[in-house]
């Protein structure tokens, strides 16, 4: 298990979970324990949004068993999202977190929608990681980092509790990554130790903000940073990964960029590929 933060990041009064109980094992999601730790240590009110997609029968309702089997499967997935929904609020109760739960049955569509429109009320949402391109929690997340104008943390599997005493920033000198590092700020002015990094021989970086004058911004805002630039191994996200491990980063930030699915699939991206495998959880904006 983590060990818990040194400090408490300041700032975060309402946090948004995202769950999708489709397709999902009984396993606990690494999504809800990191909020519940989050929102614990700093008091936020903790919002829980179990969703279940609402199958239609396409067919047509003349299709008599085929219909009582959508039927019977859409039961079963709103069922699971609420036990989930009322066993987090339990839990919330023992570790003495303000919670509330929403537990919508939705098309697809209107699911995203939802959980996109939610998330511009809160301070922060965390999601779940999901590897697979074609996925009701991939949209998910698309939906909240592109749609919604709030900080996202993506937590991988394995997460079982908050933990971001040491924060390493991706830093191009670019809109998203100076986005990202502000909304990420008060997780950083509570960290140990942060470096910026900047993944050099991948891109021109020659007109960019160097990460030597970004840092003392941060410094101004009490932030204990350090600086690296590092050329590029394999490829950026790689590089990054490489990195986190040598600084024993239990956080990555970094601004986002939108490319179609299928750009991405094709030619891969550093976004998707660390939403892919990242080993840490990613604080990502747009």
């Known amino acids: 298990m983590p060990k818990p933060q040194t400090a408490a990041p300041t700032g975060l009064r309402d946090i948004l979970v995202g769950l999708s109980e489709e397709g999902r094992g009984d396993e606990t999601a690494s999504a809800l324990s990191v909020g519940l730790s989050l929102a614990g240590l700093t008091g936020a009110h903790l919002t829980i949004q179990s969703a279940a997609r609402h199958l239609t029968l396409v067919a047509g309702a003349g299709w008599g068993f085929v219909n009582d089997l959508v039927v019977e499967e859409n039961r079963r997935l709103s069922a699971r999202a609420r036990a989930v929904a009322e066993r987090a609020v339990t839990e919330a109760a023992l570790e003495g977190v303000s919670c509330s739960i929403e537990v919508p049955a939705l098309a697809y569509p209107e699911l995203v929608g939802r959980l996109t429109a939610r998330a511009r009320l809160a301070d922060l949402t965390v999601l779940d990681a999901e590897a697979r391109e074609l996925d009701l929690d991939?949209?998910?997340?698309?939906?909240?980092?592109?749609?919604?104008?709030?900080?996202?943390?993506?937590?991988?599997?394995?997460?079982?509790?908050?933990?971001?005493?040491?924060?390493?920033?991706?830093?191009?000198?670019?809109?998203?990554?100076?986005?990202?590092?502000?909304?990420?700020?008060?997780?950083?002015?509570?960290?140990?130790?942060?470096?910026?990094?900047?993944?050099?021989?991948?891109?021109?970086?020659?007109?960019?903000?160097?990460?030597?004058?970004?840092?003392?911004?941060?410094?101004?805002?009490?932030?204990?940073?350090?600086?690296?630039?590092?050329?590029?191994?394999g490829d950026a996200a790689q590089t990054l990964e490489r990195q986190a491990s040598l600084f024993g980063a239990e956080m990555l930030v970094m601004g986002a960029y939108r490319h179609s699915r299928l750009k991405e699939w094709l030619l891969g991206g550093v976004t998707h590929a660390l939403l892919t495998r990242s080993p840490v959880p990613l604080l990502l904006a747009h």
């Open 138 to 233: 991939r949209d998910l997340i698309d939906g909240v980092l592109f749609g919604s104008g709030r900080p996202l943390l993506v937590v991988p599997p394995g997460c079982d509790a908050f933990s971001a005493r040491r924060i390493l920033v991706a830093w191009d000198g670019s809109a998203q990554a100076a986005r990202a590092a502000n909304d990420a700020l008060p997780f950083l002015r509570a960290a140990e130790a942060v470096e910026i990094v900047s993944v050099v021989g991948e891109k021109d970086l020659s007109t960019a903000v160097a990460g030597a004058e970004f840092a003392p911004h941060l410094a101004r805002h009490g932030v204990n940073v350090s600086v690296n630039t590092v050329p590029v191994q």
